[in-house]
Nanobody
């Protein structure tokens, strides 16, 4: 009973910016690492950025310096600020979270349905 819902996608011109949001809700005892994944049209999903519960971040090389992942632990939210967008950034962005429902539950991965980003040139 953990749900992730993304928002903030849309259509932008190359060089523009978008801020994606992901809200986690439900039976959450502990949210651990959260991340954003990108699936370009006709391609497999790839990991874009991750952030631990303590705030440590990791990025795929192609977005370093352009994208910033952050989180608000009090609100159970994670964000992806995307600047200097390129046409190759086009695709569906999905939120992922490792979460425990309780102290005696195994940590599991949960996924949102994704939000679409289209970058025109």
């Amino acid at each position: 009973q953990v749900q992730l819902v993304e928002s903030g996608g849309g259509l932008v011109q190359a060089g523009g910016s978008l801020r994606l949001s992901c809200a986690a809700s439900g039976s959450i005892w502990r949210l651990e690492t959260m991340g954003w994944y990108h699936r370009a049209p006709g391609k497999q999903r790839e990991l874009v950025a991750t952030i631990t519960s303590g705030g440590s971040t990791n990025y795929v090389d192609s977005v370093k310096g352009r994208f910033t992942i952050s989180r608000d632990n009090a609100k159970n939210m994670v964000f992806l600020q995307m600047n200097s967008l390129k046409p190759e950034d086009t695709g569906v962005y999905s939120c992922n979270a490792q979460a425990q429902r309780g102290p005696w539950y195994t940590s599991r991965d949960y996924w949102g349905q994704g939000t679409q980003v289209i970058v025109s040139s």
